[in-house]
Structure formats: C-alpha cells, structure tokens
C-alpha cells in the first residue's frame, strides 16, 4: 500500500517540476532576441534539444530515480522499455499513420468550431521548422527534431511516467489523466484536442503490448507523416497531394448533406481500422506471451514425466512450483481469466497531497493553455 502509494506521490511531484521547468525555459528563451538567421537555427535547434532530451527525459528518470531511490536502469525498466516483436513493430507504424490522418480530420474540425465562435488564433511562440529550407538536409533534422526526439522523449514523460504511475488510482483513470496532461503539455488550445485524443490512443497500445515502444512507434509516425508531407508538398515528392486530397475528402462536399455524409464515412472506416489493427496487436503481444506460458508449462510437464517412478509422488508438488514461477513472471492471478489480469488491481485512494500536486499540474497546464490561446504569451 505504502509502495503504491509513495510510487503516485514520486510520479506527481516529478510531473510537476517537469511542467515548472518546461514552462520556465519556454519564458527565458521567449526573451532572448536573436537577429542573425543563422543564429536563430542554431538556437531553436540547442532549444528543441534542451526542452525534449534536458526536460521532458533526462529530467523525469533522474528526479524519479532519487525520489524512489533506485537507479535510472530500473526506472527506465518500470517505464516500460521492452522488446517487442517485428510484427507488432509494422502494426504500430499502420497505427501511427491511420492516427495522423484522424489527427488531420479533429485538428480541422475543432478549428473550425473555434474560428466560428470569432476567435482568432494568436501567434505563438514556436520553433522554427525549417525556415523556408526545403532540403534534403532540413528534411532529415526535422525527422529528428519534431519525430525521433518529441516520440521518445515525450513518451517517456506521459506513458512511462504518468501511465505508469497513476496507474494505482485505476487504469481508466490512469489512461485519462496521462491522456489530458499530453494534450495540456503542448500548451496551444488547438493542439490540445487532437493531442489528447492520440495521448488515449497511444496509452492503449501501451497497455496492451505491455511496453512503451508502441507508443514511442506510433508518436514517431504521426509526427513524421506530418513533416514528410510538408516536404513532400514543396519538392514535388511522392504523397505531395495527400493532404489537399485529405482536405477535399472532408471537407470538399458540394453540398451540406454531402459533407456530413464524408466526414461520418471517413470518420468510420478510421476507426474501424484502428479496431482492426489493435486486435491485431493483441493477439501480437499479450496473447502470444500466453500461449508461450503454456507451451512452458507443457514443456515442463513432459520434463516431468521423464523422471524416475520414485519421483512420481513429487511430480504435482514440481507442476505447482513450475506453475507458480511462470505465473510470477508474467504476472498472471488465474488461468481462467490470464490475458488482462495485470489490470484487476483495485484503485487506491489518494492522499490529500496527491491530490493537490494533481490538481497543480492539471491548473498549471490549463491556465497556460488558455494564456497562450487569448495572449500568446508561449
């Protein structure tokens, strides 16, 4: 109880000197004046890397190490940080791409709504993508600004951090909460929707497949089709119509019903594949890891039953220990209900504490939200 509880404690105090720190060095850089173009790339490029690799993962392993008292290996470890197969590998990279073109479709209507409301959005400070550079040379260091770096680093964040370490108040609340805190880390209101809707869909796949590589896969996609196309759209690349063609196929009806109607199909045949592929990668990662227990434990059993007769007396005694230790290991409760049995545990209470650093985080992240969606302070 102590252990769970001091675990939600350490992720929230962490989370929340994260947030402190990430909006601090957003300030100090956000007055710096820097004339020379140069300069300027080579600033946004130190800032980018300070921000993902300084805050969003040295920054939450170290401090969460000394809070729990362990080393940074066995945290990573806690995070999530396992293999996963080939096979699951291709199926997140589908996830990933399907989830950008859902991006595409709620970052256009949630902008929508908010343009028609009267507002309108306040330049933001934001790093430079690549400054007019359309070079094979920007493309592949913004694959590793804006996919490789964010795809780690944030996901260690929000789904080895937050997921993990909220998941003693529930793994729906856990799955929530990580979810919300992703979107309000991007601090820009539009971001927000979308952001928080792929947080949800990512924190699934790291709760089926056990690992944080899904997410970090499936992060990694979502962003790299984004740059991809941009490039793609100023040198002529293949794909460079996609998103106009994104945009037709939403929003490009030639009559209010006709519309409707696309959007609803559209919307639909998304989800629809993100089902069909979660299932697969199910059956990839969890149900695998249980019919390779039992294939064990049928290994074992036949071991067994090659022992002499005069060990024949122990030989349910030797089932049960065997039995025991692999159920152990893969962290099961019964045989009859194995594949979600990690997720039966019941939620403890948070402290009053607690409560308080999580509702600074969720305070913080939504005033800075709204600040920087009326003034564009960030």
Not at 97 to 119: D, E, R
Not at 137 to 149: N, P
Not at 292 to 298: D, P
Request: hydrophobic share 55%; charged share 10%.
């Amino acid at each position: 109880m102590k252990k769970r509880s001091s675990l939600l404690l350490s992720t929230l105090i962490t989370y929340l000197v994260l947030l402190v720190m990430f909006i601090l060095v957003r300030l100090l850089f956000l007055n710096i004046t820097i004339e020379s173009d140069i300069a300027i790339a080579f600033f946004d490029i130190g800032m980018n890397i300070l921000v993902q690799v300084g805050v969003m993962f040295l920054l939450p392993v170290l401090l969460f190490s000394c809070l729990r008292k362990q080393k940074s290996k066995q945290t990573l470890n806690e995070f999530g940080y396992n293999k996963i197969s080939a096979k699951s590998v291709l199926l997140c990279v589908l996830i990933g791409f399907v989830c950008y073109f859902l991006n595409l479709f709620i970052a256009s209507f949630f902008s929508s709504i908010i343009h028609l409301c009267g507002y309108e959005e306040v330049p933001q400070f934001v790093y430079s993508s690549s400054s007019g550079d359309y070079s094979l040379g920007a493309f592949i260091l913004q694959i590793i600004l804006v996919a490789v770096l964010p795809a780690i680093c944030e996901e260690t964040t929000h789904r080895g951090l937050l997921l993990r370490g909220m998941s003693s108040m529930g793994i729906v609340k856990a799955v929530v909460l990580s979810s919300i805190f992703f979107g309000l880390m991007h601090m820009n209101i539009l971001q927000f929707f979308y952001a928080t809707i792929l947080g949800f869909i990512i924190a699934l796949s790291v709760i089926i497949s056990k690992s944080i590589v899904p997410g970090i896969i499936i992060h990694f996609m979502n962003n790299f089709m984004s740059v991809y196309f941009t490039f793609a759209q100023a040198n002529n690349w293949v794909g460079n119509g996609f998103n106009r063609f994104v945009d037709e196929l939403l929003f490009g009806g030639s009559s209010i019903i006709g519309h409707f109607v696309s959007v609803i199909l559209s919307f639909t045949v998304i989800i629809g594949l993100l089902i069909w592929l979660f299932v697969f990668l199910l059956k990839e990662t969890r149900v695998k890891k249980i019919q390779k227990m039992l294939c064990e434990i049928q290994a074992m059993n036949n071991e067994i039953s090659t022992f002499p007769q005069n060990f024949g007396e122990n030989k349910n005694l030797l089932n049960l220990h065997f039995l025991n230790r692999l159920m152990n290991e893969y962290n099961i409760k019964s045989l009859e209900t194995m594949i979600f049995t990690d997720l039966e545990q019941k939620p403890i209470k948070s402290t009053p504490f607690e409560k308080v650093c999580m509702l600074s985080c969720f305070v913080l992240g939504v005033l800075v939200t709204i600040s920087t969606f009326i003034w564009g302070i960030l």
